[in-house]
């Protein structure tokens, strides 16, 4: 089989302010669903706050498109804010269904077919392969894989969606539950279904007699097919590298950088210790393979004096302890809900629309307030 393709992500912050500067919306929009469509790889350094939202958003703005030519990017972009703001507001619960029961769940593992690369339609195949060897799938493969997993092979979204995150560079627990979810029906009115002629259109293929080679209506209500069938128990593991306890001026304080912030601007000209935290319970509750371990400690290069420490954020608080007293307040960290356990003071993020706060049922109700922001942004 034709393994995957030339994609890569360099990891110098100017390689990727090049990939900011070289958005095309107008051809984003209308070419974002292929495979092979301009779209930005930008993910994965959105997801690990190396760039903002935000900041993608400003680049667009700068260069004075009509709104129509880029609604369709902002509103791509502001998905991302949309399920990070759910995230905050539903906390751990983010881990089961969001807004009903996933229906027809016959087993709660993972299926051998995908695990493989096996499932014998070759783009999904091709798209697995390139998910093992770069970290990264287009979004439309993502969709389909996940409609293959939960809506044809009946699995519950949340160990093959462990499985999608483990080995993506750009693994964000807030788009990937809640990706997952939206396809499966669980956080969406209805499931999503693929057939192959859907996937043969957008990923330029032209097979046939697949198991996805099926009207809608069959599809909808077909038994597990035998490519499917077997199933597997997933056991991943983050191989963390060994260091040594970080060398602290403890008269200054401490910046906490970490697998969602590695923002090499973030108080840039203070004087300040500064700390890759990778903590093993972190990647334990959220397993991550080691080509992303490995893209993790790379864009952390990009951040002047980082000093990598693996351990946890107790350790650090320790060295901050004098005559019994903890001063927590040098410890400075970003807001994040999956670090809600920070000691010590928090940034805000960057955020495209800071008023769209809270909860949104839905992703429409959400963009019909940002959208109103955004219009008068571009006043
Ligand atoms: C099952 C499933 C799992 C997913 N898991 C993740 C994940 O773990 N991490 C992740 O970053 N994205 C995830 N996504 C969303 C989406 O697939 C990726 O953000 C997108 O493919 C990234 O490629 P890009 O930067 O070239 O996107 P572009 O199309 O160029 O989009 C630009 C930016 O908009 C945002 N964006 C675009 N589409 C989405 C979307 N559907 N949801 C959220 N943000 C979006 C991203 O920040 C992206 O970088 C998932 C989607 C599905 C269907």
Known sequence: MKKSNHLHFPTTYEKVLERVNAIDPIKYAKTRNYINGQITYLSPYVSRGVISTKQVMDKIIEKQYPYPAIEKIIQELAWREYFQRVWQFKGSQIWEDLKQDQQKVVHHTMLEAIQQAQTGIESIDLAIHGLYEIGYMHNHSRMYIASIACNIGKAYWLTPSKWMYYHLLDGDIASNNCSWQWVSGVFS??????????????????????????????????????????????DLKTNLPTSNTPNIDTEIPTLIYNSYNLDPYWRKDENVNRVLLLEPSHFNQYPVSDKVIQFIIDLSKN?????????????????????????????????????????????????????????????????????????????
């Not at 043969?200 to 009207?215: A, E, G, I, R, V």
């Not at 946890?312 to 927590?328: C, F, H, S």
């Open 303 to 379: 951040i002047e004096g980082i000093q990598i420490f693996v351990g946890e954020i107790e350790e650090i608080k320790k060295l901050y302890k004098t005559d019994n007293l903890w001063d927590d307040q040098k410890i400075i960290s970003k807001e994040h809900p999956a670090f809600t356990y920070y000691l010590g003071i928090k940034d805000q993020r960057d955020w495209m629309f800071p008023e769209v706060t809270g909860y949104y049922p839905s992703f429409f109700s959400f963009w019909k307030k940002a959208e109103r922001s955004f219009r008068k942004l571009l006043k």
């Open 189 to 234: 009115s209805k499931q999503y279904f693929c057939n192959q002629e859907n996937i043969n259109k957008y990923t330029f293929s032209k097979q046939q007699n697949t198991f996805l080679d099926k009207p809608y209506e069959q599809l909808i209500n077909m038994d597990i097919p035998n490519a499917l069938r077997d199933t597997t128990k997933l």
